[in-house]
């Protein structure tokens, strides 16, 4: 069993954010104010102030001014540095930029603009996802006055389908690192995640004929149509065999007759396995060695079927079928 679990200080302290976070209303662009940003001592903070109050005790035991004017000069430089701190992140505009889609175990960049609308730089201000375990999670930078900064960061979906953007958090500790100030933001967003493309898949399944044709033309071990021709001027670019003319210094043409004749499915039926997962995986690897070919496809899920075409938007569409598939 997990030994947070099996704290009970953990447990509700867990349960407690979880229980603050949900109230945190969801937006993509959030303005930072005396209401959303918060404020606490540092390490060091705690230390400055342990610090004073042993200067205080001593100044006042052996009546030292000199010790009265550094203990009201420690006190007066820390009051200043809290100002300034908070005042870093007061009035920043945080705007999510659309995240775009991803496939399962790759890390999801997240693009977030900083706007400053203020006539003073606003420096070390660092940006991340609310609990990332990695040390390296925050990313800094400093926004220039009256302009804006983008900063990047990234978390990892481990699963397909459409996942909402985690929390993040920014905070800064300028100028004197005795005090923290920082904010918690929900954003509205969410990431589409396609299947993870199946590494070495197999060969493409047979171009079925069209109209009900008595035989299938079959697909060689290098994704490829049988049956080509040299190449003639004036030939679609989508029927150029690019991978031939790039190992033989030739171009040739799949046979449009050909082409018209049979068409090609990739059909959830055929993509073997018994695991739905796998066989995801498997037709999202065809999808895009078909697109890499310059292909005419179709998908065929259960419930659900898209026909032949090619093109960037018909992969992003036949890839986000597959992201969306609810079978169990």
Not at 52 to 64: D, E, F, G, K, R
Request: with cysteine.
């Amino acid at each position: 069993m997990n030994a947070a679990m099996l704290n009970p200080f953990s447990l509700v302290r867990r349960r407690f954010r979880e229980w603050w976070q949900s109230r945190l209303p969801m937006s993509d662009t959030l303005t930072l104010t005396q209401r959303n940003v918060y404020i606490l001592p540092t390490r060091p903070g705690f230390m400055l102030l342990l610090t004073m109050i042993l200067l205080l005790v001593a100044s006042i035991n052996y009546q030292l001014n000199l010790g009265y004017l550094l203990t009201f000069l420690l006190a007066g430089s820390a009051l200043v540095g809290m100002h300034v701190c908070h005042a870093t992140l007061r009035g920043l505009t945080l705007n999510l930029m659309a995240p775009e889609a991803q496939y399962a175990g790759t890390s999801a960049t997240l693009s977030v603009v900083l706007t400053n609308e203020r006539a003073s730089i606003r420096y070390g201000i660092g940006l991340s996802v609310l609990d990332a375990t990695h040390e390296d999670r925050w990313v800094w930078t400093d926004v220039p006055p009256q302009g804006m900064a983008t900063v990047q960061v990234a978390f990892k979906p481990e699963s397909r389908g459409l996942h909402r953007v985690p929390p993040l958090t920014a905070e800064t500790r300028f100028p004197l690192g005795t005090f923290r100030v920082w904010t918690v933001w929900r954003p509205a967003a969410q990431v589409l995640v396609y299947p993870a493309p199946e590494p070495f898949p197999p060969p493409l399944p047979p171009g079925e004929p069209r109209g009900g044709g008595a035989s299938a033309t079959r697909i060689n071990t290098t994704g490829e149509f049988d049956g080509v021709r040299a190449y003639r001027r004036g030939d679609p670019l989508k029927l150029v065999v690019w991978k031939k003319a790039a190992k033989n210094d030739e171009l040739v043409s799949r046979d449009a007759q050909q082409a018209q004749r049979f068409e090609l499915w990739l059909d959830f039926a055929q993509a073997g396995h018994h695991y739905v997962e796998t066989r995801l995986s498997r037709l999202a690897a065809w999808v895009l060695q078909s697109d890499r070919l310059g292909l005419d496809y179709g998908l065929r899920l259960p419930g659900q079927e898209i026909k032949p075409a090619s093109g960037e938007a018909h992969k992003r569409r036949c890839l986000e079928a597959l992201a969306l598939c609810s079978l169990a």
